[in-house]
């Protein structure tokens, strides 16, 4: 049985930082590509970041320079570093993994529960 928990999300004011974690079970987690992807009320479940099993890269532009995702093959785990949060970063934040070579764009695997992440003073 695979699962994937979350846990780090929280209320946070603009500027700060917050540091999600995802422990994975079930898979053979170091040939998966992992992602996080995240979701505001009324909008699509778009990608934030993606971490391939050979350790590239892929970030949203909204991202790119304020968050970091790394995994740790020994723990099973990735981890998304989110620095300089803005209000429009709040939204539930979702792990997945998926199948090397599987293109980001598409919706696909296995996903968390989810955690909330809100950005307000």
């Known amino acids: 049985q695979v699962q994937l928990v979350e846990s780090g999300g929280g209320l946070v004011q603009p500027g700060g930082f917050l540091r999600l974690s995802c422990a994975t079970s079930g898979i053979i987690f170091s040939t998966y590509d992992m992602g996080w992807y995240r979701q505001a009320p009324g909008k699509q479940r778009e990608l934030v970041a993606g971490?391939?099993?050979?350790?590239?890269?892929n970030y949203a532009d909204s991202v790119k320079g304020r968050f970091t995702i790394s995994r740790d093959n020994g723990k099973n785990t990735v981890y998304l570093q989110m620095n300089s949060l803005k209000p429009e970063d709040t939204a539930v934040y979702y792990c997945?993994?998926?199948?090397?070579?599987?293109?980001?764009?598409?919706?696909?695997?296995?996903w968390g529960q989810g955690t909330q992440v809100t950005v307000s003073s």
């Open positions: 997945n993994a998926r199948r090397h070579g599987i293109r980001w764009s598409i919706l696909y695997g296995y």
């Open positions: 971490i391939g099993s050979g350790d590239g890269t």
